[in-house]
């Protein structure tokens, strides 16, 4: 069965560091670009980073350059996102999306809260 999963979320306070983590299951991110995307509640999902898995290449949305980090494990077939000096409009759902139009997979997401 091919799943992505996410997992690290979790409450954390604001100034503080959070890693998430991508995995693939049953496919490997090869010939993918793996996002991360978050949605808040009543708010539209947005674009945070991705990261081209063939050539390294990373887009940063501008919120959270500076602050977060995409990166990927090839050994692992893993893909993470290291969030530092988080702020409370960080909080949202965090969802991992392997894109690769049309074949794109998505996983169920992991919630980030972030408190003042």
């Known amino acids: 069965e091919v799943q992505v999963v996410e997992s690290g979320?979790?409450?954390v306070q604001a100034g503080g560091s959070l890693r998430l983590s991508c995995a693939a299951s049953g496919f490997s991110f090869d010939g993918f670009a793996i996002g991360w995307f978050r949605q808040a509640p009543g708010k539209e999902r947005e674009g945070v980073s991705c990261v081209s898995w063939r050539d390294g290449s990373t887009?940063?949305?501008d919120d959270v350059k500076g602050r977060f980090?995409?990166?990927i494990d090839k050994?692992?077939?893993m893909v993470?996102?290291?969030m530092n000096?988080?702020?409370p409009e960080d909080t949202a759902l965090y969802y991992c999306g392997a894109l690769?139009?049309?074949e794109?997979?998505?996983g169920q997401g992991t919630q980030v809260t972030v408190s003042s």
Request: hydrophobic share 25%; charged share 15%.
């Open 9 to 11: 979320g979790g409450s």
């Open 59 to 61: 887009y940063y949305a």
């Open 69 to 71: 980090t995409i990166s």
């Open 75 to 77: 050994n692992r077939n």
């Open 80 to 82: 993470y996102l290291q």
């Open 85 to 87: 000096n988080v702020k």
């Open 100 to 102: 690769a139009d049309p």
């Open 104 to 106: 794109d997979y998505w």
